[in-house]
């Protein structure tokens, strides 16, 4: 029998079954859609983490209290950055060489009212007019808060774009008042977007003087980091050794192993978040994995109802001279239609789905994912196919004929 006679019955055996044999193809397509969007899924938040640390720069280093040597000093028990570290650090001679600017920041959380309008950004942020630069955040409307409003304490803020939408809609945010937490804030500019990424959105933060936000939400104690811009990438290296000189006189260390505080750079935050968005995807793909291992279980199983039903006509074509070979082939261009066809549907299934967003990430799909899934698929059914097709093919034609 060649080849295009085996596809013929191959198509009428599965015809005969419509419903049947549709289940079954359902059972690989939601495999196959499985894998690719999952992996487009853990892709796409690897992608945002990635534009999102990048956006800040690449010469900015962020301070941190605990130790990054996990010994006695944890993070728990660790002297906290404080505003004074922040000044240190600002005035050092010799640091100034490499460090451009600093930035202490503390972070609260709150709800904004403007009119009926109630609204909870994402965070609110105190700190001083360089953490704009620092933190590659541009006004796109109005202007930022000067050194003078926090030595004053004044009471103005600078919205992240979404937070200005959901407050003020189309409405022009700049020159209005919100309150937040009963403390009136007159905004005097609106960010540019930086865009989402993923379960965070960065647009999403109010941003005032240090000392009004440490006034209103965060007393005046410690700083939750400390942001610092070298003076250039190049000078990164040389800024954290003087970060962390000076933060070691200012916290009576000797012996730098023991030192209370951690120094990020883009570099090495990139290379953690890189490492754990790589473990989320390859779960994400394992989970997706498993539905395509019982969508050929599926495959196994409907051939089997197949081949005991048509017992009886593989008895009469062996006793007519059909060789082994032809009804194992039969019955393996069969399974491996369900799986071919499943696997395409799911292919345009999981590329129509990448198109939306799932959980606030925007999937970014990987071309050898759709490529392996559905080889993977294809084989699935080849393995799953084999066993009934082998079961059918060596059925001797006087027991096949004997069948009720």
Known sequence: MILWQMLRFAVGGLAANKVRSALTMLGVLIGVAAVILLLAVGNGSSV?????????????????????????????????????????LATDADAAHAVKSVAPVVTASGTALYGDVSYSP?????????????ANQKVAHGEYFTQDDVLDSRK?????????????????????????????????GVLQAKGGTGFTDPDDVLIAPLPTVQNAFTGFGAVNQILVQASSAESTAQ???????????????????????????????????????????????AVAAISLLVGGIGITNIMLVTVTERTR?????????????????????????????GAGLGVLAGLAGSHFRIVGIEPVVIP???????????????????????????????DALRHE
Do not use: C, M, W
């Open 239 to 285: 800024a954290q050794e003087e970060i962390t000189r000076v933060l070691l006189g200012t916290h009576a260390i000797a012996d730098p192993s023991k030192a209370d505080f951690r120094i990020s750079s883009q570099a090495s935050l990139l290379t953690a978040r890189e490492s754990t968005t790589r473990t989320f995807t390859v779960l994400l793909g």
């Open 313 to 341: 006509e593989i008895g009469i074509r062996k006793a007519l001279g059909a060789p082994r070979a032809v009804i194992l082939g039969q019955f393996l261009t069969e399974a491996t239609l369900l799986s071919v066809i």
């Open 122 to 134: 994402g965070s609110i942020v105190g700190t001083y007019p360089a953490y704009f630069e620092t």
């Open 48 to 88: 945002a983490v990635k534009e999102s640390i990048t956006s800040l720069g690449t010469n900015a280093l962020t301070v941190t209290s605990g130790s990054s040597f996990g010994g006695a000093r944890s993070a728990a028990g660790a002297r906290k950055l404080t505003v004074a570290d922040a000044k240190a």
């Open 368 to 398: 050898e994912s759709v490529l392996g899934a559905f080889g993977t698929a294809v084989a699935v059914g080849l393995f799953f196919g084999g066993y009934p097709a082998n079961r059918a093919a060596s059925l001797r034609p006087i």
């Open 156 to 188: 103005v803020a600078v919205l992240g774009s979404t937070t200005a939408k959901q407050l003020f809609a189309a409405e022009d945010p700049v020159g209005r008042t919100v309150t937040v937490g009963g403390t009136p804030f007159t905004v005097v």
